[in-house]
């Protein structure tokens, strides 16, 4: 079964700080993707990143960047300079391909990290 | 191109009753998933919708269920609510095939008392 462990449950930094957010993930599939995404107090899931499993090359996209590393199943995202406009709880997840015809079959998501950037 | 939009916003019931959920999905987008969402956890994979069919469950109870429309739409409902029940439901639409990511509504919040 697949399973996804975001340790951190709150991280508070200082604006300007670098935070890195850790996932950890399991799967007994080849064939997968894993994701972040944003969710202020609004409710809304704001996509940031997916990756899949073939491509182990890390990315960087402004301030944000992301580490995978498949021998230690773990798939960490570092904001460089925090911004208070980046507190929101951030959820790691990870998705199974489907090739009976649907879509991604479904997203297992970590607990999340509720991250608090003060000024 | 229009996001996925969810009603009702908020919605408070009484335990027992039966409650209807909707989603629009985005332009373009044929495939429709329901999350739940309790408080100070992550979205719970409900069931997901693609040519209007079932393709998938999660480990939700039969009286959670859902239907999808022609133009993709869909809707989520639950008989016999519980307590429990109270939650923020996340609606996600997304294209078959293309591997892209899902697209979230910004969900209903069910409080049942």
């Known amino acids: 079964a697949q399973k996804v462990t975001q340790a951190q449950t709150e991280i508070s930094v200082v604006e300007k700080e670098d935070v890195t957010l850790d996932c950890v993930y399991e799967t007994r599939d080849t064939t997968y993707y894993l994701f972040w995404y944003k969710q202020p107090p609004s409710g809304e899931l704001v996509f940031l990143i997916r990756r899949n499993s073939f491509d182990e090359q890390n990315e960087i996209s402004g301030r944000y960047s992301w580490n995978f590393q498949k021998s230690t199943s773990s798939f960490n995202f570092t904001i460089t300079a925090s911004q208070v406009v980046d507190s929101a709880v951030y959820f790691c997840a990870l998705s199974e391909l489907n090739n009976s015809g649907g879509s991604n079959y479904k997203l297992t998501f970590g607990k999340g990290t509720l991250l608090t950037v003060n000024p | 191109e229009t996001g996925v939009t969810q009603s009702p916003t908020h919605l408070i019931k009484t335990r027992g009753q039966q409650v209807t959920l909707r989603c629009s999905s985005q332009s373009g987008h044929n495939t429709v998933s329901w999350y739940q969402q309790a408080l100070g956890q992550g979205p719970q994979f409900i069931f997901q919708?693609?040519?209007?069919?079932?393709?998938g469950r999660g480990n939700f109870p039969p009286r959670f269920s859902g239907l999808q429309f022609p133009n993709y739409s869909s809707e989520l409902n639950v008989n016999a609510l519980e307590l429990d029940d109270s939650a923020l439901y996340l609606c996600a639409s997304s294209l078959t095939g293309t591997g892209h990511g899902y697209t979230f509504g910004s969900g209903t919040r069910l409080t049942v008392v």
């Open positions: 919708y693609y040519r209007e069919e079932e393709n």
